[in-house]
């Protein structure tokens, strides 16, 4: 299993208190995802990341920040955290920007957000 | 736009074998997963497609047609440690990888 660990496994935080998720990967892979999933919505991008400090907007941006400045880290911040907010975030890792047969994405275990 | 078509749920039997299909709409294509999502758990790579046909690993099978923008995922000798959600995902022309809603799968002895 690909070493990914997502942190904390869960949290519950009220509507306009900042929230950071964490994402440490041992694989020494270049990039990094951030999904949200939500019932009813497959799986959607947030942000993701090419490198160190090389990072883009998904589909479902707003609201959202991330910082990437170490290999193993992927943080995501929720500046002012809203109800619609509430979610599991899976983080995901890949070694190539060119998924296939062999260069898969590999996901965390998840975390799961409560707003309130 | 784009869009991925699985059916929300189903059901089958211990034993038995059942497909899962999924139609596609995106921009482009350049190849197909499945992925298995146990309850409260990480999805986990299942099977890709980039051809027409069949691939087959062990009691899962996935198929692609292309022309008709259409996989299915066929899951034999069923087990209760089958139940779980199967995700289509597609990868577009700009190699993002799209995911479709899930079909949840209750295995029934």
């Known amino acids: 299993d690909a070493g990914i660990t997502q942190s904390p496994r869960h949290k519950v935080t009220e509507t306009g208190t900042p929230v950071t998720l964490r994402c440490h990967q041992t694989?020494?892979?270049?990039?990094m995802y951030w999904y949200r999933q939500d019932p009813g919505h497959g799986l959607r991008l947030i942000h993701y990341?090419?490198?160190?400090?090389?990072?883009d907007k998904g589909e479902v941006s707003d609201g959202y920040s991330v910082s990437r400045s170490k290999t193993e880290d992927f943080l995501l911040t929720l500046e002012s955290a809203t109800s619609s907010q509430t979610s599991v975030y899976f983080c995901?890792?890949?070694?190539?920007?060119?998924?296939?047969?062999?260069?898969?994405?590999?996901f965390g275990s998840g975390t799961q957000l409560s707003v309130l | 736009g784009q869009n991925i078509d699985q059916p929300t749920e189903m059901t089958a039997t211990e034993g038995a074998i059942v497909q899962i299909n999924c139609t596609y709409q995106?921009?482009?294509?350049?190849?197909l997963f499945w992925y298995q999502q146990h309850a409260g758990e990480a999805p986990t790579f299942l099977s890709y497609?980039?051809?027409?046909g069949l691939e087959e690993k062990g009691r899962f099978s996935s198929f692609l047609s292309r022309s008709k923008g259409y996989s299915y995922l066929l899951l034999k000798e069923l087990q209760m440690k089958d139940s779980a959600s199967y995700l289509c995902?597609?990868?577009?022309?700009?190699?993002?990888?799209?995911f479709g809603k899930g079909t949840r799968l209750h295995i029934l002895p």
């Open positions: 995901a890792i890949s070694d190539s920007e060119y998924l296939g047969p062999n260069e898969k994405l590999f």
């Open positions: 694989e020494n892979h270049r990039y």
């Open positions: 990341s090419y490198g160190v400090k090389d990072t």
């Open positions: 995106t921009s482009g294509f350049n190849g």
């Open positions: 497609n980039v051809l027409d």
């Open positions: 995902a597609v990868l577009n022309r700009d190699d993002k990888i799209i």
